[in-house]
């Protein structure tokens, strides 16, 4: 006996990774899916019966894309604009769009049908994994001279205890215990350099958990001098992490905006220093060269005086950092415990607003490329 299999083709539409758009006659938004929501961060509920023009047309584009669209519906004849540029919450990205018609032969109303690609993305992946290369690179190169860095360290400082001991002479003790103080230092150095050879202890962890615990030591370290805002999203699903290492890397991020922002008290003479915490889904999102259906995003956020552009690409390689007695450690240690989460950090900065944004995959189902 034949079954007949019905198709939802809305939920097929909404897990495409094309962004799909359809608008009506009067070039209103009918209809988004998923992926374009995502593009646009803007909800169907929103943006359903707004001007399409709003999305896609740019006040100082020379291409008509109105008359263009009008054309569509008259002609029927589909076109297809390269590198268009669309602004999404202030910021450019540059597409590849195709505006045909639908429903043109039939009794109820016709539609344009738009897909539009991101040309962006493919350059964020590869730009991505050319830094991630580095990356492990310079950690290898790190680590190695870590190695020989503490080996010889060891036999100083036994060396050093022999030598004050058959001195027996309190005027030279001084400068041993200077000795043995600077080689402490130096190995304390090299291990945070070799970095944690303990593999990550995973469990389901909600997110809420150790950044409550990050808050709350921040918080006791500025002595409340500084504001910390939440911004939390409570429906988050729990993710496979290790707690003690997510708090680990949320503290690094959240003590260097406090030090960044109690080191420059000039630049908030008209404003206070703030601190905000974040979290959001996040959908298609592209962790390590891989699509992922959704994440869970964090951002730690500050409104202290930025970044130095010269070290903004390179900020999560080892021994880079924008303060003078900063090690420049905590970033590459904290992007390698994302990266063993399978996930990662991305950093965005100007000056007055800073936000690092960490993100760690949910579904382990990835999207279809």
């Known amino acids: 006996m034949d079954h007949t299999v019905t198709i939802d083709y809305r939920l097929l539409v909404d897990n495409l990774t094309t962004a799909i758009l359809l608008v009506d006659q009067q070039l209103n938004i009918f209809y988004l899916n998923s992926s374009c929501e995502s593009l646009f961060d803007i909800s169907l509920l ?35 604009r390269r590198e268009a540029t669309i602004s999404v919450n202030f910021k450019d990205i540059h597409v590849d769009y195709t505006v045909s018609e639908i429903n043109a032969q ?41 190695h020989e860095i503490k080996n010889p360290l060891g036999g100083i400082r036994g060396a050093t205890q022999l030598l004050a001991r058959s001195l027996n002479d309190p005027k030279y003790s001084e400068f041993t215990d200077i000795i043995i103080s600077e080689v402490d230092r130096l190995r304390n150095l090299a291990d945070t350099m070799l970095g944690s050879r303990q593999l990550p202890s995973y469990q389901l962890v ?12 921040i918080n006791n370290q500025s002595k409340q001098k500084i504001k910390i805002i939440r911004d939390y999203d409570l429906s988050l699903p729990d993710v496979m992490a290790d707690r003690d290492q997510l708090i680990q890397v949320m503290l690094n991020i959240s003590a260097n905006a406090l030090q960044a922002m109690l080191e420059n008290p000039a630049f908030f003479v008209e404003h206070q220093p703030e601190l905000i ?32 552009e010269d070290i903004l690409e390179s900020l999560f390689y080892p021994l880079v950092t ?13 992007q390698n415990i994302m990266h063993q989460h399978g996930g990662m950090i991305e ?3 100007i000056a007055g607003k800073t936000v690092f944004s960490l993100y760690l995959p949910w579904e382990s189902r990835h999207a279809t490329k």
Request: hydrophobic letters at 40%.
């Open 46 to 80: 929103r943006a359903s019966g707004q001007p399409v023009l709003n999305l896609l047309h740019m006040p100082n584009d020379e291409f008509n894309t109105k008359d263009a669209l009008l054309n569509t519906f008259r002609t029927g004849q589909p076109y297809t």
């Open 277 to 308: 915490l974040r979290t959001r889904i996040q959908r298609l999102v592209t962790i390590n060269g891989v699509l992922n259906r959704s994440a869970v995003r964090i951002d730690i956020a500050d409104n202290g005086p930025g970044v130095p």
């Open 206 to 217: 909600n997110v809420h958990e150790p950044l409550e615990r990050a808050r709350a030591l």
């Open 347 to 349: 950093c965005q900065s």
């Open 106 to 146: 039939k009794s109820y109303h016709p539609l344009l049908l738009i897909e539009l690609n991101p040309i962006d993305r493919m350059l964020k992946i590869s730009k991505e994994e050319n830094l991630i290369q580095q990356h492990q690179v310079a950690r290898q190169l790190i680590r190695g001279v870590a």
């Open 322 to 334: 924008g303060r003078a007695n900063g090690t420049g450690l905590g970033l590459s240690i904290a």
